[in-house]
């Protein structure tokens, strides 16, 4: 009877949230969660490598450079690489009769950073920095790194090549001094906490949580936000500060399990980033059965393990994503794709986010078939649509700030009428850094790059809530967005079905 009552709760839910899938429809999303142990034995991908050479590749060359398993976890990048690079090769007027191609650095990355952990080691808290490094190669390639800062920062600390960074920005990689040959193509989040702010306080949620890290970034959102919380009424119940270090974490664990747990707040902001203390701190409320109206950031676009479900609308991480365009092309690239010429199973992309196959959830009949046992073949009739998330939309957009910055030394080098191989690799890696920090650009979904990253930007962020339903299917609706720039009453947008279907604002 349990069972039956569980399985009725959780068909329900799933066919309410299709309703309001139906009534937004460019703006839902379904993913099916990865099995806790498929990637245990394999290796993480650290980094990209772009090169321009001056002939067409064979069609076997992905194949021999692409020689091991990359974990499913990492496989939207490798898409996007394949996709990016495919575009910009076939595009007459930004790399002329030049082939750009890449290769990556995988297998053995994590004997790589454990090296790089010898040589970078910590004193009183600060990165110990080698000063000296040699090459003896004469042109520059351009490394794409992310998602993670810290492992980028090791990266860039045993380089001197012109190094992208596709994950969320991070005021860490910002050393100029030490590190002029890194650059971050993610938007800041400047007006993030004035966005979360804006969504409780249209909920009227004035008695709320904060986890953070216990790092710089951590500390400045902290104080960004309570100084807005305050400017709005909204008091903060708790702070907890989540230690870096995993030694320091355990001894305060139950501290921190206590405070969520026995807290009347029951909307809890979480900022920082994943495969950290913090995500281990909130895997342990997961398991613990804390249920709370979680606000974070996309990084954290995450499916539970729960196995009970309720029919709360706000049943789910609500999450706050840069806006990005669709590109229409990467549905044809990847239903068309060459898989003699790139070396990839189309199917891995049922672990993301893809577009909802509306004509499906229109269909009563087809709706009526969806059980607990057979998520698979429900989705099965879903077409593979993937939508990319913040951190391959970066990685889409680095390898255009890459094409970019070569077109323009190239055609400094033709107007100069110096040649690539009579410039030291140093000198070359210099002039390409250089070039790329002051890179703006229209991407060819009509999107404004700007490598310069001035503060006022408005950057816009899309407002998402999500659903976990039996066997690891999760669903993403878009409920709302804020735009900085906009007169302040019209920053904030709440869909209206939403609110229709609350029947108001509060909870």
């Known amino acids: ?43 993480r991908e650290c980094h990209f490598y772009l090169w321009v050479i001056d002939k067409p590749i064979e069609d076997n060359f992905y194949n021999s450079v692409l020689n091991f398993r990359i974990s499913a976890s990492e496989y939207e990048f490798l898409l996007v690489m394949f996709f990016a690079t495919d575009e910009i090769n076939k595009n007459p007027y930004l790399l002329p009769n030049i082939t750009l191609i890449f290769s990556i650095v995988g297998g053995h990355c994590h004997d790589l950073l454990r090296g790089l952990d010898q040589s970078y080691t910590q004193i009183n808290g600060r990165v110990n920095f080698v000063n000296y490094f040699c090459y003896l190669d004469d042109s520059c390639n351009i490394g794409l790194t992310g998602p993670s800062w810290k492992k980028s920062l090791k990266l860039a600390m045993d380089s001197s090549i012109p190094m ?52 710089d970034q951590g500390i400045q959102f902290l104080s960004d936000l309570r100084e807005e919380s305050q400017r709005h009424g909204i008091c903060l119940a708790f702070v907890n ?5 995993m030694q320091i974490y355990m001894t305060r664990a ?42 974070t950031t996309s990084q954290w676009d995450i499916i539970l393990n729960k196995n009970e479900f309720t029919l709360n609308l706000f049943h789910g991480p609500i999450t706050f994503a ?17 898989t003699a010429k790139y070396p990839v199973d189309i199917s891995h992309t049922i672990l993301e986010w893809n577009y909802f196959n509306f004509s499906i959830s229109k269909n009563s009949s087809k709706m009526d078939l969806f059980t607990s046992n057979n998520t698979l073949e429900w989705t099965a009739l879903h077409n593979y649509d993937m939508a990319m998330s913040d951190e391959g939309y970066n990685l889409y957009n680095a390898v255009y700030v890459a094409a970019h910055t070569y077109h323009e030394h190239i055609l400094q080098q033709v107007e ?6 009579h410039n030291r690799y140093f ?35 899309d407002i998402f809530i999500i659903w976990n339903f039996p066997q690891g299917l999760g669903l993403k609706l878009k409920i709302g967005s804020y735009i900085p720039c906009f007169p302040k ?19």
């Not at 390409?432 to 950057?459: A, D, I, W, Y």
């Open 1 to 43: 009877m349990k069972k039956l009552c569980a399985f009725t709760i959780s068909f329900l839910s799933l066919k309410f949230s299709l309703i309001l899938c139906c009534l937004t429809e460019a703006s839902c999303f379904w993913r099916i969660k990865n099995s806790e142990d498929s990637d245990g034995d394999l290796q």
């Open 164 to 215: 992208v960074f596709f994950g969320p920005f991070n005021p860490n990689l910002r050393d100029h001094d030490r590190l002029p040959h890194v650059h971050q193509v993610a938007p800041k989040d400047t007006h993030l906490s004035h966005g979360m702010v804006s969504l409780m306080f249209h909920f009227r949620w004035t008695w709320i949580g904060l986890v953070i890290s216990d790092d």
């Open 241 to 245: 500060m989540i230690p870096e270090n």
């Open 254 to 295: 139950t501290i921190y399990d206590k405070q969520i747990m026995t807290s009347s707040a029951k909307v809890v902001i979480i900022y920082g980033e994943m495969n950290s203390t913090l995500e281990v701190s909130f895997r342990r409320w997961e398991d613990l059965g804390a249920r709370r109206i979680w606000i």
């Open 322 to 338: 840069h806006h990005k365009v669709e590109i229409p092309k990467l549905r044809n690239f990847m239903q068309t794709m060459n």
């Open 416 to 421: 100069s009428q110096k040649k690539v191989e």
């Open 427 to 461: 000198t070359a890696c210099q002039q390409v850094s250089s070039l790329m920090k002051t890179r703006v650009f229209t991407n060819p979904v009509g999107e404004l790059v700007n490598m310069k990253h001035r503060e006022n930007q408005c950057t816009e962020y």
């Open 489 to 507: 009453s019209q920053q904030l947008h709440i869909s209206d079905d939403l609110e229709w279907a609350m029947g108001g604002t509060s909870i």
